[in-house]
């Protein structure tokens, strides 16, 4: 993306400002996997969606009128080891800030830097070793009050940042596009090449392989790749067993390009074709999404959309003696959620659950033009209960589809990846 569109939002997050507040944004830092073994690095994304950089360990700090940034020193021997490192001068110029510094420079500065500031805005409760340094800060700027100097008053969530980001950007759909297309060539691929005695992880590998070499970091999230009755764990990852014919198999996955994630669910059988019951339940779960995604507008309240998808469920399963008793009792003592434990959907965008709030004022949010929410109903009959008939046990299904609100006409971004049963059936 062009560095302009960085310098653009770094005026556009000051203007939030007041006189005396300051703003800080703290980049990832490595993390290790074991010993000398660093996981694959993956910038924060509050701190990329400023500053554009992949460096690890960089601070941005604004304030209305003033902007600086700290950055890994250029170091030659070091960068023969990690790579070039963009060093302050460059950084300083193409965001456009008022100063660049090395980071060993940051603890001299600190504490000047926040001097006479009235807010501290800064994401704190993510890093326990910041919150820390925040706070000594604060609590050595309290012994200058008799040189005049103050220091922070309050600490405050940059809520503002986040629910700019709940808004998406032609840029970020731009992203977003491309990651559901990544995504969707590893479901097309998994869905014509599993076979029966494949192990999950050789999915999990063809879904990896298929996003990397379509320029995606990898998966937004770790893989779900659940055969038979492990679909019915929401979040199985550990993706190490057989899949065995007549069995469906859930795969819960999607690609990151440039920051943003989809977030997809399929089902599938590992044979040829549904049985009877996975048909059964697949229809009904099937029907409860469609409905689902065509509440999906703008202005309705987002918790509208799963009291729905809750009600149409129990209706369904009440239909079908899994459920007995009045539907408003049934939901009344969420009897439903042995079924269906989770919700319809959550915000989607560079973090898969990604930012904003859901509640204003106790009050569900109504849904906006620009937000994309995923739309991801499910039923799970355990295995080991005796109280549903046998051929029901151990069947998990969850559709998932990623949805842009857009009036009153929901635009399905997953949509070509198929998900009706014939289609499915053709492909296996
Ligand atoms: N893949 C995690 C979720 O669907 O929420
Ligand atoms: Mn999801
Ligand atoms: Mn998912």
Known sequence: MSEQIYKKRILETQKYLGEEDALILFASTHRYKNKTVEYKFRQDSDYFRLTGIEEEDGILFLKKDY???????????????????????????????????????????????????????????????????????????????????????????????????????????????????????????????????????????????????????????????AGGKNAVILHYNTNREKLNHGDLILVDSGAEYGYFTADVTRCFPVGKKFSGAQKEIYELVLASQKNAISLTTAGRKFLDIHESTVRFLVEHLRKMKLLEGEVDSIIEKKEYMKFYPHKTGHWLGMDVHDVGRYFLKGESRPLRDGQITTVEPGLYFDPSDETIPVDFRGIGIRIEDDVLVNGMSPIVLTKEIPKEIDEIERLR
């Not at 902007?67 to 193409?94: A, M, N, Q, V, Y």
């Not at 008022?98 to 500031?117: A, I, M, P, V, Y």
């Not at 103050?150 to 596009?177: A, V, W, Y």
Request: charged letters at 35%; hydrophobic letters at 30%.
């Open 67 to 225: 902007s600086c940034h700290f950055s890994l020193p250029k170091d030659k021997e070091k960068e023969i080891w990690t790579g070039i490192r963009l060093g302050k001068e460059k950084i300083k110029e193409s965001l456009g800030l008022s100063e660049s510094f090395d980071l060993t420079e940051w603890d001299s500065k600190k504490e000047d830097l926040l001097t006479n500031t009235n807010t501290l805005f800064y994401f704190f409760g993510k890093e326990e070793k910041i919150d820390r340094e925040m706070l000594s800060i604060i609590s050595r700027l309290q012994m200058k009050l008799r040189e005049g100097k103050f220091g922070p008053s309050r600490i405050e969530q940059p809520e503002f940042l986040h629910e700019l980001r709940m808004i998406k950007t032609e840029e970020d759909l731009e992203c977003i596009r491309k990651a559901v297309d990544i995504t969707k060539k590893g479901f097309l691929k998994i869905m014509r090449r599993t076979k029966p005695e494949m192990y999950e992880y050789e999915l999990e590998g063809i879904l990896d392989s298929t996003y990397i070499r379509n320029g995606a970091w990898g998966g937004g999230y770790n893989h779900i790749v």
